[in-house]
């Protein structure tokens, strides 16, 4: 079965840290994103990779930057973890062109980011 | 720009109840439709979608309708589940763009 893998289901961190988060797909996609998911906002897309070492910007992305040097890892990296950053984060695969509407996106579980 | 607005939860329905819920999306250009659904504690699993004006998906017994018309892509089922209950979530993808836009959500409660 294919799979998104998230590093951490749950992850408690302080005010000013740095913070990793890490995804893994199994598929060979050639695209990852990383959302957040907060009631009644549904999901932002935070950051989005098309290739190895490629990135660019979604619609939320201060307070966060992202790392892909391996097709099937996609780091998202709090650079200093503030409270307004405690959310539930979700990554997702997709392959390119007419298979991402075959196939949609893949999610991983998601990690529940608590910062204190 | 692009957005998807759906109606507001949470829904609570009775088994075997009839379920809708609403749709509707803002686009420039055609996009392609989509139904996601969220169980408790997990990610997101694709339920169903519709590439064009007029095409129907359907899957696990749930349809929606691709209403170029109306803008609108409502989500229904003739007779839910306990087993149904799940945050749903509509989204749009256009050709030319590598990602997905979601809408809000609705949680879904049915009870036994």
């Known amino acids: 079965d294919v799979k998104v893998t998230q590093s951490s289901r749950y992850l408690v961190k302080r005010t000013g840290e740095k913070v990793f988060l890490e995804c893994v797909q199994d598929?060979?996609?050639?695209?990852m994103f990383w959302y957040r998911q907060d009631p009644g906002l549904g999901l932002r897309l935070i950051y989005f990779s098309y290739d190895v070492k490629m990135k660019e910007k979604g619609d939320i992305p201060e307070g966060y930057s992202v790392s892909r040097e391996k097709k099937e890892r996609f780091s998202l990296i709090l650079e200093s973890a503030s409270t307004n950053q405690t959310s539930m984060y979700l990554c997702a695969s997709s392959p390119t062109g007419q298979g991402a509407f075959d196939y949609g996106y893949t999610f991983g579980s998601g990690t529940r980011l608590t910062v204190v | 720009g692009n957005s998807v607005t759906q109606m507001e939860g949470p829904v609570t329905l009775s088994e075997e109840a009839f379920l809708t819920i609403n749709c509707t999306y803002t686009?420039?250009?055609?996009?392609?439709l989509f139904w996601y659904v969220q169980y408790p504690g997990e990610g997101l699993q694709l339920l169903l979608k519709?590439?064009?004006?007029?095409d129907k998906g359907s899957n696990k017994g749930f349809e929606a309708t691709y209403r170029k018309e109306t803008t609108s892509f409502h989500l229904e089922k003739g007779s839910v589940q306990v087993s149904d209950s799940a945050v749903y979530f509509c989204a749009l993808w256009m050709d030319s763009s590598y990602k997905l836009i979601f809408g809000s959500g609705t949680r879904l409660l049915v009870r036994p």
């Open positions: 598929m060979d996609h050639e695209n």
């Open positions: 686009a420039t250009g055609y996009p392609s």
């Open positions: 519709a590439t064009k004006a007029d």
